[in-house]
């Protein structure tokens, strides 16, 4: 069991975090402040394969194994959590079911643009009466000659605003004994599909979260991604891919926090020596850490099962969960840490802290991370 | 590898005569008096090597600042310092004379002269020396050199070498005063010169004072992240022209477009030194401060009194960049 | 054109941590990365093969971890590989440095049109290599580059130095070291990273591949020794001035005054 990154993944990470720290953390605070989504960085992100991380390369990919591509939205997440997140979604709930599921003409038309990052992704599940009740849904998708109608509204649709193509997941209509979804790929300029304002939310404000609304919304049949009936197989399987990204992405947040704590420590002074010589501040500095590590551990082995082909709802859903419980943790110690400034402005500190907030809620709050770790556990036989 | 050599049959310490503008001559003018005191403790001379067309003035000089031998190379193919040109004919003169020590200033024809000819002559050199010594029981020569962009030094010898070379960073010592009634002799070796083609000196113009040449202002003004803006980094040039000086910019200062990559300083742009740097917004990483660690004064402003830039400056002022800026405009202008 | 790239890998930590006994730098633990200067030289010739269709082959010598170095190159794109690697090539100096990667050049099929790195590095910063492979393969050199092309066979070359810009033509077989302001090096694309690691082939020599002595190279071959390692005793003891914005520029003054950047103020102005 070799627990190190291979020298593969230590050059990935290396030029990841050289570019982050170049060409996004300048733009970070901005982004937050200003709620805005830089077009030109999605564009340099494109042409170095950032939207097509674990798509093959014959599809315009970078081919990557899970593992490394958690470690590129890891560093992307360290300095800015709104462009780790839309990296994130974009890959994992986007990009990846259509790879999964599609067919070659759908992964030639749908992915490529995807993969290379012409058309920015999005994973519409989401409704004003469903949230963690997916099945809740009341957006329909009506047989209609040769395609289907859509009509319903979605919300809190992650890089919304500036998406290219949006997978929907609907209620077939007409209705039967037995509810059955079906998940569409609707590009964005589709006569019926109309995109709302965006979110004004407390973190990750650089992603331009917002709603999408169809009327009338026609989609050849061509769009239909897998078969009908299939949509909630696709999308739990999306979901548990997409549990690693944000896993990672809370990791990156977590370490950001706890990077900037240390420094702050090492260079702030109080009572004639810094705060890292207290007994109190070590102990907070220490705890960070240690949970870190774990959530890490836990993230990178639920994306090497994943890799490997085993199954990993349990893992994922472990690693999702502390790893955003421990985003949350390290945010608010780092604030802590860093007292009177850190409420400020002036360090990002406190923009981690309500970026972190939303990871224990999205992909899965974590109450149901928690229901879906128990009966994984039950299931399993011979075990309590 | 050559075996070791005799060291008993080396004698004398050369310095090579870098005469080609003020600031090469100075550097020569400053080793040939570190080297005489060096040479007062091994018992043996200093000789200061010139090359050139017409060198006499050049000589009489060095004589006059302490040189007790000038060995003088007249040659046309000379009269440019040419590297492949001039390591023919030093390492010639090398082999002929057997010098025990040879120092050049480590100016940037000295960095790129002195290591081919060491390789040329097969011995150790060490590049950029902060310090001299000798060990005169050994004979040796102990170079301080910095390492890791001036974090570590490191004392180093060529114990079976010779000659025992180094570059030397200017400015370290002190030269002479100019002594016109100093007596030297003024030797003019046999030597074969032949010019190496290979290389062609198309055009040499001298670096424009206004392009912004900051490796030789007196006084560097340098901007970082904490500027915050373009508009405020602005002031900085502003600053810069009020003191006669240059603008300097960190790697995130440059990122963000706020000035272009000749103006960067540290790991991977220029290093200076300056008489006085002025640092703002800047919050002390080693990738930038060692570009400046060799400025003579430095002051720093930034807001976070435990920035680490204030370890290094003489003077901190803790404060917003764009204000104190802003203030100290106003000052200096209105007593111009 | 054939291109050799000499990079060295160095250490990326901003705090150096000594090994006292073997007056060396802990490297363990540190991550490592191209020198910067080297990454331009890199960065340089793969601009050359996109304009001219140039082949690189990128070298360079040290522990086998130094794969690491290479295979990036090989993601920005050199065509070709090489370790120099051997325990017996540790603890060498400049010239035992330049010796053996002298020796690999030769060995190289074709003989390179020319040879780029950096005009120094991040560790040592002594800029010895550069200069030294040059004159044992007797080739011309130009240090310091800060623009480069071709020009009817031969190498047009920019260089600042000692106060003066100077414009010269090198005959080729050359080598060049190159400064930051020749080019800013872009991003790796994890498409290529990813297959720089996956079928691309790397060449290892060792002391034997080079038919080099043992005396010749590392530790033996090297002409200088290192008497002690140590950090810089801390020169500078600065007045940190808090206070308001007024007052504290009035003292900025003082010293600009004091240093005779400024000239005093007349007591009747």
Not at chain 1, 85 to 103: D, I, K, R
Not at chain 1, 135 to 142: K, L, N, R, Y
Not at chain 1, 288 to 298: D, G, T
Request: net charge neutral.
């Amino acid at each position: 069991m070799n627990l190190e990154p291979t020298m593969k993944q230590s050059v990935i990470r290396r030029s990841v975090r050289r570019f982050a720290e170049e060409k996004i953390a300048l733009l970070a605070a901005a982004m937050d402040a200003k709620a805005e989504f830089p077009r030109a960085l999605a564009g340099e992100m494109a042409s170095l394969d950032y939207f097509g991380l674990e798509i093959p390369k014959e599809h315009g990919g970078a081919g990557l194994d899970t593992v490394s591509a958690a470690m590129v939205i890891e560093e992307l997440s360290r300095v800015s959590g709104a462009v780790g997140l839309c990296v994130s979604v974009h890959n994992s709930v986007a990009a990846s079911p259509v790879h999964e599921f599609g067919n070659a003409h759908q992964r030639k038309v749908f992915l490529e643009p995807m993969a290379r990052g012409e058309k920015i992704g999005t994973f519409c599940l989401t409704e004003p009466n469903a949230g963690s009740d997916a099945s809740a849904i009341e957006t329909t998708a009506v047989k209609t000659g040769d395609g289907y109608l859509l009509n319903g509204n979605k919300i809190f649709v992650t890089n919304g605003g500036v998406s290219g193509m949006n997978l929907v997941f609907a209620l077939n209509r007409p209705a039967e004994e037995r509810k059955r979804y079906s998940v569409f790929i609707v590009e964005s300029e589709r006569a019926g599909l109309e995109k709302g304002p965006v979110e004004d939310l407390m973190g990750m404000r650089g992603n331009p979260v917002c709603p999408l609304v169809f009327h009338d919304c026609y989609v050849p049949s061509e769009n239909r991604l897998g078969e009908e009936g299939q949509g909630l197989k696709i999308a739990l399987a999306s979901l548990s891919g997409g549990r690693i990204g944000i896993g990672a992405q809370a990791l990156g947040i977590a370490q950001a926090s706890l990077d900037v704590s240390g420094k702050y420590a090492r260079e702030r002074y109080q009572f004639g020596r810094p705060l890292c010589a207290f007994g109190g501040v070590q102990g907070l500095l220490a705890d960070m850490a240690v949970r870190i590590e774990a959530s890490r551990l836990l993230v990178y082995r639920a994306a090497s099962m994943r890799h490997q082909g085993l199954p990993h709802t349990k893992e994922s859903a472990m690693g999702k969960l502390f790893a955003s419980e421990t985003a949350v943790h390290a945010a608010r110690t780092g604030l802590q840490i860093h007292g009177g400034y850190g409420y400020t402005k002036a360090y990002p500190i406190e923009r981690y802290y309500r970026d972190a907030k939303v990871c224990e809620i999205y992909e899965g709050t974590s109450e149901i991370q928690r229901m879906v770790i128990a009966r994984s556990l039950l299931a399993e036989k011979g075990k309590s | 590898m050559k075996k070791t050599r005799e060291h008993e049959s080396t004698r004398g310490i050369w310095v090579f005569g870098d005469y080609r503008n003020y600031f090469q001559n100075r550097v020569t003018l400053q080793l040939i008096a570190k080297a005489k005191e060096l040479a007062e403790k091994l018992a043996t001379e200093v000789t200061v090597l010139v090359l050139g067309d017409q060198v006499h003035q050049f000589a009489m000089e060095y004589a006059a600042h302490g040189a007790d031998v000038v060995m003088a190379v007249e040659h046309p193919a000379l009269k440019t310092y040419q590297v492949e040109t001039y390591a023919r004919v030093v390492a010639r003169l090398v082999e002929q004379w057997k010098p025990h020590v040879f120092l050049a200033g480590a100016t940037a024809f000295g960095r790129e002269f002195f290591p081919r000819l060491a390789k040329r002559l097969r011995t150790g050199l060490s590049a950029d020396c902060v310090s001299l010594e000798v060990d005169p029981e050994h004979g040796w020569l102990i170079q301080t050199t910095p390492s890791f962009g001036g974090e570590l030094l490191a004392d180093v010898i060529t114990p079976d070498h010779r000659p025992q070379m180094a570059t030397v960073h200017p400015g370290m010592f002190k030269e002479r005063v100019h002594d016109k009634r100093a007596v030297s002799r003024i030797v003019y070796p046999e030597v074969q010169v032949e010019a190496d083609e290979r290389v062609q000196l198309v055009r040499s113009k001298p670096e424009q004072a206004h392009k912004g040449n900051l490796e030789d202002a007196p006084v560097v003004v340098v901007g970082g992240r904490g500027l915050g803006s373009r508009e405020n980094f602005r002031l900085l040039f502003e600053l810069a022209e009020c003191l006669g000086g240059e603008v300097g910019a960190t790697r995130p200062a440059v990122m963000a477009g706020w000035a272009k990559e000749d103006r960067l300083l540290g790991q991977t742009g220029k290093n200076v030194k300056p008489k006085l740097l002025i640092t703002v917004g800047t919050s002390g990483a080693v990738q930038y401060t060692t570009g400046i660690q060799g400025a003579e004064t430095i002051i720093a402003v930034n807001r976070d009194p435990n920035a680490p830039i204030f370890q290094i400056a003489d003077l901190g002022l803790v404060g917003e960049g764009r204000s104190i800026l802003s203030l100290l405009l106003e000052k200096l202008r209105r007593r111009l | 054109m054939n291109i050799v790239v000499c990079i060295k890998q160095v250490p990326d930590a901003p705090t150096i941590r000594m090994d006292r006994e073997r007056m060396t730098i802990i490297r363990e633990g540190v991550e490592s990365i191209i020198n910067p200067l080297d990454a331009v030289a890199l960065d340089a010739a793969l601009t050359l093969k996109r304009k001219q269709g140039s082949r690189v082959t990128v070298l360079t010598m040290g522990p086998p971890q130094s794969e690491e170095a290479l295979r990036e190159a090989l993601a920005a794109g050199a065509d070709q590989a090489v370790l120099v690697t051997d325990p017996r090539f540790a603890g060498a100096d400049t010239l035992a440095t330049s010796h053996a990667l002298a020796r690999a050049v030769s060995r190289l099929e074709p003989f390179p049109d020319l040879i780029l790195c950096g005009k120094q590095s991040i560790d040592s910063d002594t800029g010895h290599v550069g200069p030294q492979i040059a004159e044992e393969l007797d080739l011309p050199q130009v240090c310091g580059a800060t623009e480069i092309h071709l020009e009817e066979g031969s190498l047009m070359v920019k260089q600042v130095s000692d106060g003066f810009l100077n414009s010269l033509r090198v005959s080729l077989p050359a080598l060049v070291t190159v400064s930051s302001d020749l080019s800013s090096p872009g991003y790796l694309s994890l498409g290529e990273i990813e297959s720089a690691f996956s079928g691309r082939q790397i060449l290892r020599w060792g002391l034997d591949d080079l038919q080099l002595r043992e005396s010749e190279v590392g530790f033996e071959g090297s002409a200088t020794r290192v008497l002690r390692l140590y950090r810089p005793p801390p020169k500078r003891k600065g007045e940190i001035l808090n206070g308001p914005s007024p007052e504290i520029v009035e003292r900025l003054i003082k010293k600009l005054e004091s240093l005779s950047i400024i000239d005093e103020e007349d007591a009747g102005a």
